[in-house]
């Protein structure tokens, strides 16, 4: 039984009695899916923006890196957490900038104010040992989408429904800015390891089912995704 305290324990009452799971990432899509992302628990990473054919129109969770450029500047109608831990130790020996959890609890006290449900975790948190894992895993820290879908996976949801997630492969960095071009990640990110490992989840677990936009999955047969 989860701790209704903890940040995993909040998201699994927001999310009970949905069998399926749609973590919505910001990179382009080429299926429409908003079926059956509106029927399932939504979870859409950082900025986002609603309104597109293809990805529905629903939210349930905002899973967020904190960065003050991504957080909303008013208040929402769906709760936000935080992606990362609060703790430094946790996270400072996979980039050299010290001090992010200071802009993430920066954000948490300004969306707080405005009225929002905002979530963080600590090295308490059962969490912390999930991004700690992913974090050794990866030799690198997570991206916000990596940690959606393995929340998706922790909380054990029959159908876990993906989109937008591109690994920063294509040449449009999101869905919603069709004149943005891509980016490189942040150095302290692997999207390339991040890649072959959720290919080696699709490809290998026989106790789910996974809905992929069909851009994502032509990444993820790529010859060079392989492990």
Not at 41 to 48: D, G, L
């Amino acid at each position: 039984m989860l701790n209704a305290d903890t940040a995993i324990g909040r998201m699994a009452r927001l999310a009970a009695g949905r069998p399926s799971c749609a973590v919505v990432g910001n990179g382009p899509f080429a299926s429409n899916l908003s079926e059956q992302i509106d029927a399932a628990f939504v979870v859409r990473c950082n900025s986002f923006a609603l309104g597109f054919l293809g990805i529905g129109n629903r939210v349930d969770l905002n899973l967020s890196s904190l960065y003050h450029e991504v957080v909303p500047d008013r208040r929402v109608a769906w709760p936000i957490l935080g992606a990362f831990p609060t703790t430094p130790s946790l996270f400072e020996n996979y980039t050299t900038l010290r001090d992010m959890h200071v802009d993430w609890l920066s954000s948490r006290k300004r969306l707080t104010a405005l009225g929002n449900q905002v979530w963080t975790y600590s090295e308490e948190d059962p969490l912390a040992t999930v991004f700690a894992d992913a974090c050794i895993s990866l030799g690198a820290l997570p991206t916000v989408g990596f940690m959606g879908i393995l929340l998706a996976r922790l909380l054990r949801f029959r159908t876990i429904i993906l989109t937008g997630f591109t690994f920063f492969v294509t040449s449009r960095a999101h869905y919603f800015a069709e004149d943005k071009v891509a980016f490189p990640p942040a150095y302290h990110h692997r999207p390339d390891r991040e890649r072959v490992v959720v290919r080696q989840w699709v490809e290998t677990d026989r106790t789910r089912i996974y809905m992929l936009d069909t851009l994502m999955a032509s990444i993820l047969e790529a010859p060079e995704c392989r492990p």
